[in-house]
């Protein structure tokens, strides 16, 4: 999954753009573009000798509230879904390193009990061996 880097992550590279960089350069674009249309109905009204009525101007500026209140909840939201995904990833990871403590520490006791149970044989073999030596010994 490619997903945008969180911002208060510190172990973020230095080079990677945060989420918040990235949504001001998006909406810095898109204020420029408006801008950009809102000048261009300007001097094409000029270029009809029309002076720009106060009825443009306002719904121009009504434009540019709007898109500007759009882009600011848009952010919000994509920010939040990746909080929440940022959040589902750290509870996994979280489940998952658990999950690692138990599979090692299941390892280390089954270490243990096999060299347990494998000292318990060889303590009975050599028993067994020394009562066989007491026999033979007894014998001669």
């Known amino acids: 999954m490619n997903a945008a880097p969180n911002p208060v992550d510190p172990s973020l590279p230095s080079g990677a753009p945060g989420i918040s960089a990235a949504a001001d350069r998006a909406r810095a674009e898109l204020h420029e573009e408006i801008e950009r249309v809102r000048l261009g109905v300007e001097e094409m009204l000029a270029e009809q000798g029309q002076p ?5 101007e306002r719904e121009l500026a009504s434009i540019r509230e709007e898109t ?20 589902k990833i750290d509870d996994r990871t979280r489940k998952l390193e658990a999950r690692i403590d138990q599979v090692e520490a299941d390892r280390q006791a089954a270490e243990y009990r096999i060299h347990s149970d494998t000292e318990r044989m060889l303590d ?17």
């Not at 882009?71 to 879904?81: G, S």
Request: overall charge positive.
């Open 52 to 56: 720009i009525s106060a009825d443009v």
């Open 124 to 140: 009975g073999l050599l028993q067994e061996v020394r009562a066989i030596a007491d026999l033979l010994t007894r014998q001669h």
């Open 68 to 87: 500007r209140l759009y882009v600011k909840k848009r952010v919000r939201k994509t920010e939040k879904k990746l909080e929440r995904t940022v959040e």
